[in-house]
Nanobody, 122 residues
Framework: QVEMVESGGGLVQAGGSLRLACVAS????????MAWHRQAPGKQRELVAG???????NYADSVKGRFTISRDNAKNAVYLQMNSLKPEDTAVYYC????????????????WGQGTQVTVSS
């Protein structure tokens, strides 16, 4: 019923920038909180940044001042601008959204993107 498609990952040198995008589609009534998470090899998935429907944001300490999360409610999209990238930012990045769906039963569910690889070389 709902699909989330990510784009924008890739290989970049340390100090470079990347912009990730994630678009939700399907039987969507509204989107509440959206976020980006990441998972490096051998590590647990961690929250990188989150944004509420009203635009309030929060960031992991490790990315504050370097990453910016934003959203476009008209496009059901969330973005992550990543600047001053470091090798330790290397991970698979996943978008996440809490979505109220259009259906007889309704309900709010958490959806995830398929993940996009970000690799930062030193």
């Amino acid at each position: 019923q709902v699909e989330m498609v990510e784009s924008g990952g890739g290989l970049v040198q340390a100090g470079g920038s990347l912009r990730l995008a994630c678009v939700a589609s399907g039987t969507i009534f509204s989107i509440n909180n959206m976020a980006w998470h990441r998972q490096a090899p051998g590590k647990q998935r961690e929250l990188v940044a989150g944004i509420t429907s009203g635009g309030s944001t929060n960031y992991a300490d490790s990315v504050k001042g370097r990453f910016t999360i934003s959203r476009d409610n008209a496009k059901n999209a969330v973005y992550l601008q990543m600047n001053s990238l470091k090798p330790e930012d290397t991970a698979v990045y996943y978008c996440q959204a809490d979505i109220s769906i259009l259906s007889i039963l309704g309900g709010t569910f958490r959806y995830w993107g398929q993940g996009t690889q970000v690799t930062v070389s030193s």
